[in-house]
């Protein structure tokens, strides 16, 4: 089981536990804030837009090209910007921290 950070825009830091489905899905469970998913995870709205500190960026890696194009049209995306949607629950993720996109 994986263990996460989420930091909200408010530097709120709330600790979740998973072991599948995507990262949106696990914020939206526990209610983050600021993790709408209103395209319930198709890689299509980019409101599931988080940072990966970048310690943690070899657990979670770079964005494919569909991802990479739609944060093209997200103003605030970082060189650590992805849509949470797109990064699986696993063991491999476990301990990461991520912020919520403002």
């Not at 989420?6 to 709120?12: E, G, Q």
């Amino acid at each position: 089981m994986a263990q996460i950070t989420f930091i909200s825009s408010d530097n709120k830091s709330t600790v979740v536990s998973g072991n599948s489905g995507n990262l949106m899905e696990l914020a939206l469970q526990n209610k983050i804030e600021g993790i709408e998913g209103n395209c319930g995870g198709v890689c299509s709205c980019a409101t599931c837009h988080i940072y990966v500190q970048p310690e943690d960026w070899t657990k979670i890696g770079p964005p494919n090209e569909m991802e990479s194009d739609m944060l093209e049209f997200d103003d605030k995306t970082t060189n650590y910007s992805r849509l949470s949607c797109q990064i699986q629950v696993t063991d491999a993720i476990d301990g990461i921290v991520v912020n919520v996109a403002k």
